[in-house]
């Protein structure tokens, strides 16, 4: 079973509808227990980094570090992934997980933000296991104001005013800047990866 975290902001609905599709077990939560529970966690995110708070006033924070700990597979989507690092220029008085360290930023003045819809990925390992079978020049659909750089773990990246990390993956930790529930047969065979892993 696939939890998906509800921290009452993400783009919840049409995440469960692609895992539905692709016939995948899902529940939609915000219940530690059920969480704790999980063969896989997804955190998606749509919005303003100051939601994640809620994640440690539900007590959610310690069960993903536990999940991941152990070797859960978890991913995290847009504001998802941004709440991996450290904090993020968007609401500095809130703690991301600290996986990797660094702060997610926003664009620079130069292009306009938000950066609204589709981009092509850089795919820089052929080893990633959620890219498998998705190439360099793959589009997906992007909408964030907000972005993490490019770090150690990233395999794919975008331009924007500049590189960024369009998806991280370490072990059994995955993220995606983009949203593959809206990016068509590409998201779908990201989706697909995080569900056979």
Not at 74 to 102: K, N, R
Not at 135 to 145: D, E, M, N
């Amino acid at each position: 079973m696939i939890a998906i975290i509800d921290y009452k902001a993400g783009n919840l609905a049409s995440v469960k509808k692609a895992f539905d599709y692709l016939g995948a077990p899902t529940v939609v939560t915000s219940d530690p227990e059920l969480v704790a529970k999980a063969q896989k966690i997804v955190l998606p995110g749509v919005g303003h980094f100051f939601a994640t708070r809620t994640l440690d006033e539900y007590g959610l924070r310690e069960v993903v570090v536990s999940n991941i700990e152990r070797g859960v597979p978890f991913l995290g989507i847009c504001v998802g992934m941004q709440w991996m690092l450290t904090s993020s220029e968007e609401a500095p008085e809130v703690l991301g997980l600290g996986l990797w360290p660094g702060e997610c930023s926003r664009f620079p003045v130069a292009v306009k933000s938000p950066h609204v819809g589709w981009n092509s990925l850089d795919v820089s390992s052929s080893r990633s296991r959620l890219l498998a079978g998705v190439g360099t020049g793959g589009y997906v659909y992007f909408t964030h104001s907000y972005r993490v750089p490019l770090l150690a773990a990233t395999v794919a990246a975008c331009d924007y005013g500049g590189g960024f990390s369009a998806a991280v993956e370490q072990e059994n930790v995955f993220g995606v800047q983009f949203h593959p529930e809206k990016s068509g047969s590409v998201g779908l065979k990201i989706l697909q990866n995080f569900c056979d892993l």
